[in-house]
């Protein structure tokens, strides 16, 4: 039963928490990317280490989601946490000892992102324990700014901290940091969902696929999957190009670039706390496409712009970052509503595969065809293939119908 007595109290102890451990974390991210360009000065270096950052999540991500289904959720968070503040402590002993190689600094990102495999998909699962129903999509929205503060911090903070400290220094920061949210989850008490343990079969495979099941039971949620993984496959190659953007097509320098990275977080900070605020239209369905359609929109125009229009390129980036929780927000708080909590794990641990897959293989298609056409022409093709998307989701009765609550497959 879920626990609703002082839940927002519940739910901003954890998130405090996991504020200051993600703002740490993404820092030190920031500033080991900062050693590895000083020491190596070399792109298939930062390359890999950007793989690293993704590769367990997408290859583990499903496995995981059993395990977080099977395990004490409260648990696996803090046990997460731990972990990647025990690979900061050996990495910042190696670096004590010896030079730093950049194996070991491979291996550790490596560490880390599984540590952030297992948090990532419990945390989301913890959520509607915790949360009442008809405030998830506040929460989400909540949630989303909390992500976008750190994208607007960490890279100016990890910056500062690697200027003036040593790595070792940053490092214990950012155990301080997974300490700090792991006191604020023991202070929460966190329920087991009913159902847990009753479902479990002991058969690893067969528990993967129950929560594919689950999700494939609801026409809405799972057209939703293929959805998002169309987006995750167009918007996040163009996340990573706005750097070449603002300096090859406008002929900006670094600061330019800096300055179109954060208006795009502060456009997310700013949709975040709207939909925190407002929770979004009472018709879900509508705050989805509007959200992709927006996003569409701004590609487009970004798109046409001349090599003088970069002001209006920084409006777009600021309309990009605001719509995109409308969409990742509320299918985050549709999943929580409707999947039952003994499946969430595993249905969010799916849910990053998936995104995850898509977006190396939309950086390779993006870099190959952006090198060809020009970088202005793929964002403008990128933003057709947005509002297309757009477009399939008013076509599609299951998304449009996400609002039913009996919207699963007869």
Same mark, same amino acid.
């Given at each position: ?55 367990? /999540? ?5 496995? %995981?989601?059993? &395990? ?28 004590? +000892? ?8 491979? %291996? ?12 990532? @998909? ?24 909390? /992500? ?6 960490? @890279?100016? %903070? ?6 003036? &400290? ?17 006191? +604020? ?145 509320? /299918?985050?708080?549709?999943? /929580?509503?409707? %999947?039952? @909590? ?12 998936? +995104? ?20 202005? +022409?793929?964002?403008?093709?990128s933003g057709v293939c947005m509002i297309g998307i757009a477009l399939l989701c008013v076509l599609l009765p299951s998304i449009c119908n996400l609002d039913r609550i009996n919207d699963h497959r007869s």
């Amino acid at each position: 039963m879920m626990i609703q007595q002082n839940w927002k109290r519940s739910f901003f102890t954890i998130w405090a928490g996991q504020a200051v451990s993600l703002i740490t974390s993404s820092a030190l991210q920031m500033a080991i990317i900062w050693y590895l360009t000083d020491t190596t000065g070399s792109a298939m270096v930062l390359s890999l280490a950007t793989m690293a950052g993704f590769l367990p /999540q997408a290859l583990l991500g499903t496995i %995981i989601g059993v &395990w977080v289904d099977r395990w004490n959720r409260k648990l696996v968070m803090i046990g997460a946490d731990l972990f990647i503040a025990a690979a900061g402590v050996a990495l910042a002993v190696v670096a004590l +000892t010896i030079e730093l190689p950049v194996w070991v600094v491979m %291996i550790v990102l490596l560490i880390r992102s599984a540590g952030s495999a297992f948090h990532t @998909p419990a945390l989301s699962a913890v959520t509607p324990l915790l949360v009442p129903e008809d405030q998830l999509t506040k929460c989400a929205g909540y949630s989303q700014s909390v /992500q976008s503060a750190s994208y607007i911090l960490s @890279p100016a %903070i990890g910056a500062f901290m690697y200027a003036a &400290w040593e790595l070792e220094m940053i490092i214990a920061i950012d155990v301080l940091g997974a300490l700090f949210a792991c006191v +604020t989850v023991a202070m929460v008490p966190i329920p087991k969902p009913e159902a847990q343990g009753r479902s479990v079969a002991n058969n690893f495979f067969k528990e993967a696929k129950e929560g594919y099941l689950a999700l494939r039971a609801s026409a809405g949620l799972f057209a939703l999957l293929w959805i998002g993984a169309l987006y995750a496959f167009i918007f996040l190659p163009i996340n990573a190009l706005f750097p070449l953007m603002s300096m090859s097509y406008f002929g900006g320098t670094a600061a330019h670039a800096s300055i179109v990275e954060i208006v795009f977080a502060g456009g997310m900070l700013a949709g975040g706390l709207v939909l925190g605020v407002w929770g979004g239209f009472k018709k879900r369905a509508l705050s989805i496409i509007s959200s992709i359609s927006l996003m569409g929109i701004a590609l487009f125009l970004a798109g046409l712009l001349p090599v003088h229009g970069f002001v209006i390129f920084v409006i777009c980036g600021a309309l990009m970052g605001f719509s995109s929780p409308f969409y990742s927000g509320v /299918q985050m708080a549709l999943i /929580q509503e409707r %999947i039952p @909590p003994e499946f969430l794990g595993r249905v969010f641990g799916l849910i990053g595969s998936l +995104t995850s897959l898509a977006m190396p293989v939309g950086l390779i298609m993006s870099g190959i065809f952006a090198d060809r056409i020009g970088i202005h +022409t793929w964002f403008m093709l990128s933003g057709v293939c947005m509002i297309g998307i757009a477009l399939l989701c008013v076509l599609l009765p299951s998304i449009c119908n996400l609002d039913r609550i009996n919207d699963h497959r007869s």
